[in-house]
């Protein structure tokens, strides 16, 4: 059987139907022999990371895939603050913060654009104005991650148990800072809103009347004029992925958040950068993984740009993008498809709607297993509709880890307890039976 695991991971690829594309899903309507193929040698289901219908981050539906519950999860300000190098201790909250164009409206923020056009004069500029705050013995940090986009960590006495204040679609106000309702008399949680609706207000006052959005208004242009702020998280104390499964984990990724859930759990992870070309990316990552084979049981190869073509609402850019990808996968697969010690995965996080207003929706994605002792289906396709068919039927959030650990001969039979922990991996790394105390 096999003894290492490749998880070819498609971000954000499940999706809707679109007349334009015959009334099929992108995945549906791309030309993807190769993937193709592989459904046809493999075991193919359906799988959502948590439940189906819920729409999930791409942080939380990692998080689950990896196997954790979200009772663990840090919050993805976090998430991005480790990915991005930034020192946090226990206590801190982390929030995730971006640009945006406000106006007022009967005395409340209306969003006017969320994802306002900045050269990088002026958000370095503007991020000045945005930096260190103190009020009520809490302070807070700006740290710039990319973009328009950056991470607010507020030191003292905080709690991450604190509402967003994007609304995330324009023409909306923003929403008041409150404490959660389990929280409301939780006195860090009521300071900590208290002290980011002052700080937001003081930004929001500063960057009004700063000269590059004076300019901006001489010119008939839309100001940007403030942060909103999204998913506060503080730091917890999971358990490493490696006694957690037993197996030794790399990621291959391209972006900061995922970095920071890999150093979150414990997982090895690559930096690896997007060069536009799709296809020519993730082979090359398939071969680093090669690579690193001998010194990893379970290799994540990440891809987001299904994901990100999906975000730009045109069906048509995401059915390329993963004719890419498969022309891509096409080059470098058999280096793990013609060994039987390897097992792949193809699997995405999440399905991205290519139209409507939904960041990413509640439907299943594809889920694809290959290699030595894999049932085989009738599956023929790699699509979310042929999918369904198969053998695997749908799996949900830990269930793929369990499933590796099968495929592996790695699963534990459920009731024995090699270790004190009952953990779902076999063998245990348990202490040995002494014959004799060694003095
Ligand atoms: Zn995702």
Not at 272 to 283: F, L, S
Not at 407 to 415: E, I, Q, T, V
Request: with cysteine; proline share 6%; aromatic share 8%.
């Amino acid at each position: 059987m096999p003894k290492k695991c490749i998880l070819i991971l498609l971000d954000g690829l499940g999706d809707r139907s679109y007349e334009e594309l015959g009334n099929q899903t992108p995945l549906q309507a791309a030309r993807t022999p190769v993937l193709d193929k592989l459904a046809e040698m493999g075991a193919n289901g359906l799988y959502h990371a948590s439940f189906a219908g819920q729409a999930l981050p791409s942080e939380n539906a990692h998080f689950m895939m990896f196997g954790y519950d979200m009772a663990d999860f840090p919050g993805r300000g976090v998430l991005e603050a480790l990915g991005a190098g930034t020192e946090l201790t226990p206590g801190d909250v982390a929030i995730l913060t971006h640009f945006v164009s406000l106006s007022e409206r009967d005395g409340y923020l209306v969003l006017e654009k969320r994802k306002p056009e900045m050269s990088e004069n002026e958000i370095s500029d503007l991020t000045h104005v945005v930096r260190d705050y103190e009020n009520q013995d809490v302070s807070i940090d700006f740290t710039y991650t990319g973009g328009i986009r950056g991470i607010l960590t507020l030191h003292g006495e905080v709690s991450r148990f604190i509402t967003d204040t994007d609304p995330v679609q324009k023409g909306l106000p923003l929403a008041a800072l409150k404490p959660w309702a389990d929280h409301a008399h939780n006195p860090a949680a009521i300071r900590t809103a208290d002290v980011l609706k002052e700080y937001l207000l003081q930004v929001y006052q500063r960057l009004k009347a700063h000269p590059v959005n004076l300019s901006k208004l001489r010119q008939g242009l839309m100001p940007v004029n403030g942060l909103v702020t999204q998913r506060a998280g503080q730091l917890g104390t999971p358990p490493r992925f490696s006694e957690k499964y037993g197996l030794r984990g790399l990621s291959i990724s391209s972006g900061i958040v995922y970095w920071g859930l890999c150093a979150y759990i414990g997982m090895d992870y690559r930096r690896v950068t997007d060069t536009g070309h799709p296809g020519d990316d993730i082979a090359e990552r398939l071969l680093m993984a090669r690579k690193s084979l001998d010194d990893y049981d379970m290799i994540h190869i990440h891809t987001k740009t299904p994901d990100e073509a999906a975000h730009e609402k045109d069906p048509a850019l995401k059915k390329s993008v993963i004719e890419s990808l498969d022309r891509g996968i096409g080059q470098a697969i058999r280096v793990f498809t013609d060994d039987p010690q390897v097992f792949v995965i193809i699997a995405s996080d999440h399905s991205t709607p290519s139209s409507g207003p939904l960041v990413h929706s509640g439907e299943t994605v594809p889920l694809l297993f290959h290699g030595k002792g894999v049932r085989r289906d009738h599956v023929r396709r790699f699509d979310e509709i042929s999918a369904g068919g198969g053998a695997l039927g749908c799996v949900r959030g830990r269930e793929l880890m369990y499933l590796m650990l099968n495929h592996l001969d790695r699963c534990k039979l459920h009731g024995l307890m090699d270790m004190p922990v009952d953990q779902p991996f076999w063998p245990g790394n348990y202490e040995p039976f002494r014959i004799r105390q060694i003095p």
